[in-house]
Nanobody, 123 residues
Framework: QAQLVESGGGLVQPGGSLRLSCAPS???????LAWFRQAPGKEREFVAV???????YYAESVKGRFTIFRDSAKNTVDLQMNSLNLEDTGLYYC??????????????????WGQGTQVTVSS
C-alpha cells in the first residue's frame, strides 16, 4: 500500500508557471509515476508519466510546456508546468503503478492515487 500526497497547486495567470510535487510514502523507485488532471465536467485525463527506467511520456496537449521528473533526494515526482493556459485548469492527481506502454495513459492502470491539488489558470 502506498499513499501519495500532492502539493504546489494554486492560481496563476495565463502564461505563468507552477510546479507540482507528489510525495509517495514508499520509494519512488518502486513505481511508474504519473500525473492526471480533471477539469470540471470532464473525464480525468492523462498528463505525463515517468517510468522506473526514467522514460517519460506526455499528452500532446502539454508536450513542450510540461516536464515530469523524479527527485530522488526528496523522493518526489514533480511536474513543472510552463506557459499555462486556461485549458490547463483542473484538479491534478498523482498516480502510481506498474504500467505497460500500451496502457500508460489509462487511469485504470494505476492503483494508487493522491487526493489531488487544484490548478486554476485565470486572468
Amino acid at each position: 500500500q502506498a499513499q501519495l500526497v500532492e502539493s504546489g497547486g494554486g492560481l496563476v495567470q495565463p502564461g505563468g508557471s507552477l510546479r507540482l510535487s507528489c510525495a509517495p510514502s514508499r520509494p519512488i523507485s518502486d513505481y511508474d509515476l504519473a500525473w492526471f488532471r480533471q477539469a470540471p465536467g470532464k473525464e480525468r485525463e492523462f498528463v505525463a508519466v515517468v517510468r522506473r527506467n526514467n522514460a517519460k511520456y506526455y499528452a500532446e496537449s502539454v508536450k513542450g510546456r510540461f516536464t515530469i521528473f523524479r527527485d530522488s533526494a526528496k523522493n518526489t515526482v514533480d511536474l513543472q508546468m510552463n506557459s499555462l493556459n486556461l485549458e490547463d485548469t483542473g484538479l491534478y492527481y498523482c498516480a502510481a503503478g506498474s504500467v505497460i506502454l500500451s496502457s500508460m495513459r489509462q487511469r485504470e492502470t494505476y492503483y494508487y492515487w493522491g487526493q489531488g491539488t487544484q490548478v486554476t489558470v485565470s486572468s
